[in-house]
T-cell receptor, first 114, second 116 residues
């Protein structure tokens, strides 16, 4: 069965600082991995996804994530936080060969201080 | 392309009443998904459709929950005899084809249900 664990329900950074949101996955097969962002009163928006091509995936808004099989991790990073990055971030995993239905983590709330 | 729309955005109901939510996917998207999101949790998959066929419904939370997509376009999610534990955000998503690594789900803004 597939699952994800997001370490830290809240992450607080200063504007301009590095953003690091952690995600570890469990999957019985090489997974597909996703990061979504949810702004208040809006639906989830895909930031980036890993589908077994390059292990370093670049997404929208300057975010990127690296798939590390040995660590079963897919952490999300951004070199310099903006106030507009404040939102809820969800990591998700799906297993290829089936219905591709993703399993989401509990989310991490990113707080950006001026 | 106007995105996925959901109606109503908010619904307040009394325990025991039935409620129905509507989702209009992006035009020509074949797949449509329903999720539930409770406070402090990620979306939890409920069911999905490939065109008008409901391909997975074992994850619906109880037999009080049902979903339809009669013509392969919009979908409805009905909850009968609502309970306070049904209070949550109900999300709909659609994707352009039948799944796979390049498929992307596009989410609507959700319907927030409050059961008093």
């Amino acid at each position: 069965a597939q699952s994800v664990t997001q370490l830290g329900s809240h992450v607080s950074v200063s504007e301009g600082a590095l953003v690091l949101l952690r995600c570890n996955y469990s999957s019985s097969v090489p997974p597909y991995l996703f990061w979504y962002v949810q702004y208040p009163n809006q639906g989830l928006q895909l930031l980036l996804k890993y589908t077994s091509a390059a292990t370093l995936v670049k997404g929208i808004n300057g975010f990127e994530a690296e798939f590390k099989k040995s660590e079963t991790s897919f952490h999300l990073t951004k070199p310099s936080a903006h106030m507009s990055d404040a939102a809820e971030y969800f990591c998700a995993v799906s297993e290829p060969g089936g219905s591709y239905i993703p399993t989401f983590g509990r989310g991490t709330s990113l707080i950006v201080h001026p | 392309d106007t995105g996925v729309s959901q109606n109503p955005r908010h619904k307040i109901t009394k325990r025991g009443q039935n409620v129905t939510f509507r989702c209009d996917p992006i035009s020509e998207h074949n797949r449509l998904y329903w999720y539930r999101q409770t406070l402090g949790q990620g979306p939890e998959f409920l069911t999905y459709f490939q065109n008008e066929a409901q391909l997975e419904k074992s994850r619906l939370l109880s037999d009080r929950f049902s979903a339809e997509r009669p013509k392969g376009s919009f979908s409805t999610l009905e909850i009968q005899r609502t309970e306070q534990g049904d209070s949550a955000m109900y999300l709909c998503a659609s994707s352009p084809w039948g799944g796979g690594p390049t498929d992307t789900q596009y989410f609507g803004p959700g319907t927030r249900l409050t059961v008093l």
